[in-house]
């Protein structure tokens, strides 16, 4: 049967430019997993958009006095080049501000409320007496109750990951104003977690397959308790809630001035944009979310664990339809630079659009393939970087592929006549398709990679033993099986690497008149295939990577 792959990649906001880190967090790991699947011959959907609706948005406007629909305008070409610069294949990548999202959200909040899932409840909130207004949890900063971290935003503690309510930060500041901030009783909906507490726990205690710190992580967050959790804001910027179909005494107090809180919508976005991916393909959205055998795999960084694995679940169940739950959070710890935390106003930053024109997409795809953060965090150094091309991508694998091309037509003038096959390189080609499988299928990029640069390792090995440069004027046929062998090898790495360096796998194709690489359902092409050596035309010999410097 067709295994059926739902791939949903975190949702950038689009209040400034991305750097690196998201790179490692979401787009890369994503990506090589999507390629791997079409692959396969899986059918396959990745989907994503700009999250327009968050804090951060609206933080940012303020900050330099525009709407939040001017940022988004400014910012939304940005995060498109970037995607596209970085050859990240989404089936769909849309955005929030979509009027289909905006129904699919009211839909699932709808429900969620017919359902018994949503409260009333009335809460105290951040309120600045110098602005004279309710101030969402990212425009406050203070010290996290929890670790003592100083600068934590009012919803979330980045060092120790924990979700914050509203006044467990303590000595509350404004970011806008830095006045102090006090607590003001305010009226809003919330999702009753605990009624759901169970089946999350069934849900996760079936997840051990997760990495092993994730399913940690999750269950200390569920062994301390679900509590209602509010759903809305005091926001004049998000997705309004649906007053006129509520019932009159389920209205909350001034429902007009409230939005949905974006941790909320912006994950009922992996839903909206498989239904608008479908209505514009005249495909079915529920082949993804209603087969149970279709396994939802999603990547982010570890600040949105729990909003993956304890709250998007509890939203499905909670829609009590038989949604597909999370089968694999591919969650990533955080990519530092030099071992200092990303951050543009202490200038510690670098720009992924302006890296990739430097120095690549080939190369950063492949440095960061190396180092993806997937059980601890990593470290993005410079020197490292350079190295990691100049010696393995260069020298080991740009290398074997021209030293064949060059002897096959320099030496050979294109033309193989004996053409048996190593049973080793069978062996070995067979098995490093297995286990880099065996690592992808469980978002083990990282095992993967290192599989790879084995079996490349053994390649030019065979090269460097077998000597068909000095071998060629006494045995002929000898030389030509050693190359025909070698380019068996080659055949197959750029399948082995096509979720890597797609850029310069498509370029190798092109010179040595290899067909191009387009999977197609029902069909695996990650496995051993023999190349029929006759087809092979090297049209001109040029380096496919070139050395780096700093």
Known sequence: ?????????????????????????????????????????????????????????TLEADKRKISPQKLVEEYTPKVLELIQTYQATYDIFTSTITENHKKITQEFFLNLLRNGYILKVKTKQYFSPQENRFLPDRYVEGICSYCQ????????????????????????????????????????????FSKLQKRIEEFVRNSSHWREWVFRE?????????????????????????????????????IHQKRFYVWFEAVIGYFSATVEWAAKNNQNWEEFWLDPSCRHYYFMGKDNLI???????????????????????AVNNFLLLEGKKFSKSRGIHIDSLELAKKYGVDNVRFYITSILPENKDANFIGNE????????????????????????????????????????????????????????????????????????????????????WEILATDRRKAEEIIFNAWQMIYSLRILLWPIIPLAIEKLNELSNLEKIIPREGLDFFVFKKLEIEKVKVKELKPLFQKINL
């Open 218 to 254: 999750t269950v200390g967050f569920l062994n301390e308790g679900l509590r209602p959790r509010t759903i809305t804001r005091d926001l004049d910027w998000g997705v309004e809630i649906p007053q006129e179909k509520i019932p009159p005494d389920f209205l909350i107090e001034n």
């Open 307 to 329: 909003f993956h694995t304890i709250f998007w679940p509890g939203q499905l169940l909670g829609q009590e339809k038989g949604y597909n739950l999370p089968y694999f959070p």
């Open 1 to 57: 049967m067709l295994r059926k792959i739902f791939i949903g990649v975190a949702w950038p906001y689009v209040n400034g430019d991305l750097h690196i880190g998201h790179l490692a967090g979401y787009l890369i790991p994503a990506d090589i997993f999507a390629r791997y699947s079409r692959l396969r011959g899986y059918q396959t959907i990745m989907v994503s958009g700009t999250d327009c609706h968050g804090t951060p948005i």
């Open 385 to 468: 970087f350079v190295s990691t091309i100049n010696n393995e991508l260069v020298d080991k694998i740009g290398n074997f592929f021209y030293r064949v091309l060059v002897f096959y037509r320099e030496k050979l003038n294109q033309k193989i006549n004996q053409s048996k096959l190593d049973n080793e390189i069978i062996q070995r080609t067979e098995e490093v398709f297995q286990k880099t499988a065996e690592h992808l299928e469980k978002c083990e990029m990282v095992s993967a990679f290192n599989l790879i640069l084995n079996y490349v390792h053994f390649a030019n090995k065979y090269l460097d033993q077998n000597k068909p």
């Open 149 to 192: 971290s100083p600068e934590q935003r009012g919803d979330q503690c980045e060092v120790c990951g924990r979700s914050l309510e509203v006044g467990q930060l303590l000595n509350p500041k404004s970011k806008l104003t830095g006045s102090e901030v006090i607590l003001k009783e305010s009226e809003h909906y919330a999702l009753d």
